[in-house]
């Protein structure tokens, strides 16, 4: 009977003291929020803890079809609280620049999985338009007839 109590005891204990895996990327966003035709846009993600992009050679991998544009990140995703020591900060990477248009951009993580296996997680999919650049100011006249009007 007392050892039944004492096993429920430390299961109690651990049960308290256990640390949940707190594996997190907020949703990515894009830099400059809204670029001009011509301008470097970027990608940023906030996260860590038990989540990270590492710098693994071929990645970042950037495609595109079209409109829609995939950054595809190389990194890990630990479930395992003790390996959970990973800082939290924000990863900024550049995508490219892109003539005026509606464009969608897909962020992705690839990780390694179970037994040897790979997972792909899509971390978020960004909307967004190029605008043209505007052209050189025209100068209107200010004296004479027409600027008096």
Not at 82 to 110: E, H, M, Q, W
Request: glycine share 10%.
């Amino acid at each position: 009977m007392l050892k039944h109590r004492v096993a429920l005891m430390v299961a109690l204990v651990c049960l308290l003291f256990a640390q949940v895996a707190q594996a997190f990327f907020d949703p990515p966003y894009l830099t400059p929020a809204q670029p001009l035709a011509g301008q470097t846009v970027s990608v940023s993600i906030y996260g860590g803890e038990c989540d990270s992009i590492l710098g693994f050679p071929g990645y970042p991998q950037i495609t595109q079809q079209g409109n829609a544009i995939t950054i595809l990140f190389f990194g890990v995703r630990y479930t395992n609280p003790i390996l959970c020591n990973i800082d939290v900060g924000t990863a900024t990477f550049t995508v490219g620049a892109y003539p005026p248009g509606s464009y969608t951009l897909k962020v992705a993580l690839r990780y390694p999985g179970p037994l040897g296996s790979f997972v792909v997680d899509t971390l978020g999919t960004i909307p967004f338009t190029v605008a043209p650049v505007a052209g050189p100011p025209i100068a209107a006249p200010a004296l004479g007839k027409p600027g008096l009007y």
